[in-house]
């Protein structure tokens, strides 16, 4: 059966490929799965057939055949376990992606987000001009980790995997920042990720979906 997922009508990132359908989209493109996608409004996304799919009334959320599954991390790992492509066959290497997919939501994301939070909706009050150097260098502290653990490397082990994928996600964030210029391998990382064809073909249907929510 197909999966259904659910995106923004209309998303406030302006298609810019950073709401969180992305990753969702990004995995199926990477495994080759097609799948359906269910816009939703604002308000069909705080109503309760869609809370029923999401407590949280967030998206995205993702259905096939019969199971119900939100937070984009169990979705990813779902996608992973049954197809090819973005998990290791050998257990320990399996095991090793799988951490660098909470890494990057659990270590990773939430200093972005924090930050990410603060210049959207604090950047007029009188404290944030003293606040934010702090939350840059919360985020600093995660991204010099993160590069001193990749090196030279291409990935963060071994082979492209849905910990690449969650990463370079979450990494995708700091664009409006000039945070990610300071460690020039996490740089070229999420540009070796958004080079990836499945990256593209996701981007582009996330942003055909912003166009015409634009021209409707
Ligand atoms: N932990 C959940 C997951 O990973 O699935 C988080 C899901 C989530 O935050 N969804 C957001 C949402 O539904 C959309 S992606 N928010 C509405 C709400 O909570 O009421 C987050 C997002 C939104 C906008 C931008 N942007 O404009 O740049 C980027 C990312």
């Known amino acids: 059966m197909t999966p259904t997922i659910t995106a923004f009508k209309a998303s406030p990132d302006r298609g810019r490929g950073l709401a969180r359908d992305m990753r969702v989209r990004w995995a199926l493109e990477e495994v080759g799965q097609p799948y ?14 869609h809370r029923k799919l999401q407590p949280f009334g967030q998206i995205p959320t993702y259905e096939e055949d019969g199971l119900a599954l939100f937070e984009t991390g169990a979705i990813l790992l779902r996608i992973a376990e049954r197809h090819a492509g973005l998990l290791p066959a050998d257990p320990r290497a399996r095991a090793r992606a799988i951490a ?13 987000l924090e930050r990410a939070y603060a210049v959207l909706f604090e950047s007029d009050k009188p404290w944030h ?22 090196g030279g490397a291409d990935w963060l082990d071994g082979a492209f995997s849905a910990g690449d994928l969650m990463m370079a996600s ?5 664009g409006s ?39 409707a």
């Open 100 to 112: 660098w997919m909470f890494a990057a939501l659990n270590t990773v994301e939430p200093p972005i």
């Open 129 to 150: 001009v003293e606040r934010l150097p702090v939350l840059d260098s919360r985020v600093d502290a995660r991204l010099a980790d993160l590069s001193h653990h990749l």
């Open 177 to 215: 920042s000039n945070l990610l210029e300071r460690h020039a391998n996490l740089q070229a990382y999420v540009a070796r990720a958004e080079a990836r064809p499945a990256y593209a073909r996701a981007f582009a249907d996330q942003l055909a979906v912003f166009n015409a929510s634009q021209t």
């Open 36 to 49: 359906h996608v269910r816009l939703v409004t604002f308000a069909e996304m705080k109503a309760p057939a």
């Open 170 to 174: 979450v990494l995708r964030r700091l």
